[in-house]
């Protein structure tokens, strides 16, 4: 069974920073890429920024030079640094990995969320 478990939301306030995290565990042979993504109340879930094993990264426009990504194979443990949050990047978080291999299956997972609150 494959779980993902984020940690680091909370709130801070405009212009401050978190770090989030999130490890894969169980067990894993390998992840082809993993990423974070968030979604406000009445709207709909975006991804913010995705890397591969190789080191590739994507990031949205919305956050670009102000989120960093960045992951350890070793712990299948991806981070997401944020920096220069804004009341607009209040929202719950959630961490993804996608073709998550197994002894028994091949398959993509989501963590459970992690909030995080920008007060201006």
């Known amino acids: 069974q494959v779980q993902l478990v984020e940690s680091g939301g909370g709130l801070v306030q405009a212009g401050g920073s978190l770090r989030l995290s999130c490890a894969a565990s169980g067990s894993i042979f390998s992840i082809n890429a993993m990423g974070w993504y968030r979604q406000a109340p009445g709207k709909q879930r975006e991804l913010l920024a995705a890397i591969t094993t190789g080191g590739t990264t994507t990031y949205a426009d919305s956050v670009k030079g102000r989120f960093t990504i960045s992951g350890d194979n070793a712990k299948n443990t991806v981070y997401l640094q944020m920096n220069s949050l804004k009341p607009e990047d209040t929202a719950v978080y959630y961490c993804?990995?996608?073709?998550?291999?197994?002894?028994?299956?091949?398959?993509?997972?989501w963590g459970q969320g992690t909030q995080v609150t920008v007060s201006s």
């Open positions: 993804s990995a996608v073709g998550v291999v197994t002894r028994a299956s091949i398959g993509d997972y």
